[in-house]
């Protein structure tokens, strides 16, 4: 039915936002059961230590990879907004020679 005689089980968790109900083996075992991860990111799971990533290596291989992207990015964000900066006599120019046309 509704799930009311349910309400008082104590071997059960129930997901915040969608309210599914889920063993209590499931809750801060390392998988996502809800689709708010309330089951695992939850007070009750502050004792129990997770990590995404486990190995140390690949843990600063991601940080390494996550770094240097930054710095790419920024790097060609500027270069892209000098050529814009560059670029931008020369569209007016265009712009209005096109218009004669």
Known sequence: GDGSDEDGCIN????????????????????????????????????TPRRIISSPHLRNSAWIIGVGSTVINALVLLKSGAKLARMREFSVVFRDNFLIM
């Open 12 to 47: 059960q968790f129930r997901c915040r936002t969608s309210g599914e109900r889920l063993v209590l083996e499931k809750q801060c075992n390392g998988v996502v059961n809800c689709v708010d991860f309330s089951d695992e990111c939850g007070e009750e799971c502050n004792n």
